[in-house]
Nanobody
């Protein structure tokens, strides 16, 4: 049985930073691309960032490019999302998940599908 333990959510002011992490167990973490996803009230869930299994390729939602950084430490079975210069529109519940398949072009993930191993969401609220 797999599990994800997410942490790092909270209430912050605009332009502040927050670091999220998800630590996994019960599956071969290093075999999977992973991603961070978010869902705001009344909106569809959207993919925020994805990183390949070895950490060589990434995807970022346009609205977070230049502000968020995804990373992973396979030895620790942990994925991270560093969130800088936060904006009110970043307010959402954030989820981590494995990604079954990705397409890459160099350092960029150009497509991904097959999310699985969903972790429990953590609330991020950005408000003045």
């Amino acid at each position: 049985r797999f599990s994800w333990q997410a942490s790092g959510g909270g209430l912050v002011q605009p332009r502040q930073s927050l670091s999220l992490s998800c630590t996994a167990s019960g599956f071969n973490f290093g075999d999977y691309a992973i991603g961070w996803f978010r869902q705001a009230p009344g909106k569809e869930r959207e993919g925020v960032s994805v990183i390949s299994a070895r950490g060589t390729s990434t995807y970022y939602l346009d609205s977070v490019k230049g502000r968020f950084t995804i990373s992973r430490d396979n030895a620790k079975n942990t994925g991270y999302l560093q969130m800088n210069n936060l904006k009110p529109d970043d307010t959402a519940v954030y989820f981590c998940a494995t990604v079954q398949s990705i397409t890459t072009s160099g350092e960029r993930v150009t497509n991904y599908r097959g999310m699985d191993h969903w972790g429990k969401g953590t609330q991020v609220t950005v408000s003045s």
